[in-house]
C-alpha cells in the first residue's frame, strides 16, 4: 500500500532508542527533585518565565519574548520522547499491507479516543497543580497510546 507520510522502516530501531531512553528520564524527573544546572542557560521565551496565571497576567507585554534562565533538561527529554515516538509510530513495516493500514488508523482512532476519556475523567477529579501535571503527560499520551495498542494488535495477529 502506498502511504506518503510514513517514515522509512530504518527509522523505527532509532525510534524505539529515543522513545525508552526519554520514557526512563521523564519518570525519573517526573518523580524526583533532581535540578541540574549543567543544562542551565538563557533561553528564548515567547511567554515569559510568569506566564499567563502571574499577577499581571496575559495583558502584561512585558512577559512576551523574554530571555531568561532556564535548566533546558526537561525540555530536551521531552523532544527525546516526542521525537522518538514519532518515528516508532510513523514509521513503515517491513510489509506495509492493507492489513497494517487498518491496524494502524484502528489503533490511532482508539488512542485518541481512550486518551480523551482518561482526560474527560481528569477534568472532572483532578484539581490544582495537580491537573497541570496531568496536561502535561497528556502531551504523550495520545502517541504512547496509540503505538502500545498497535503493537499489541499486531502481535495478536
Request: charged residues 15%; without cysteine; glycine residues 6%.
Amino acid at each position: 500500500m502506498k502511504t506518503n507520510y510514513l517514515l522509512p522502516n530504518k527509522y523505527k530501531i532509532p525510534g524505539w532508542i529515543l522513545l525508552i531512553v526519554g520514557v526512563i528520564a521523564g519518570v525519573f524527573l517526573s518523580f524526583s527533585d533532581f535540578e541540574s544546572d549543567l543544562l542551565r542557560t538563557n533561553v528564548l521565551a515567547i511567554l515569559g518565565g510568569d506566564g499567563l496565571l502571574s499577577s499581571s497576567g496575559i495583558t502584561d507585554s512585558s512577559n512576551y519574548f523574554r530571555i531568561i534562565d532556564n535548566s533546558i533538561l526537561d525540555e530536551i527529554v521531552a523532544l527525546v520522547i516526542i521525537i522518538g515516538g514519532l518515528f516508532v509510530g510513523f514509521s513503515k513495516e517491513k510489509v506495509e499491507d492493507e492489513f497494517i493500514y487498518k491496524l494502524r488508523k484502528d489503533s490511532l482512532v482508539w488512542a485518541i479516543i481512550f486518551n480523551y476519556i482518561i482526560l474527560m475523567f481528569t477534568v472532572v477529579f483532578v484539581y490544582n497543580f495537580s491537573f497541570f501535571n496531568v496536561l502535561v503527560y497528556n502531551m504523550f499520551t495520545p502517541l504512547l497510546f496509540f503505538i502500545i495498542r498497535f503493537n499489541f494488535l499486531k502481535a495478536r495477529a
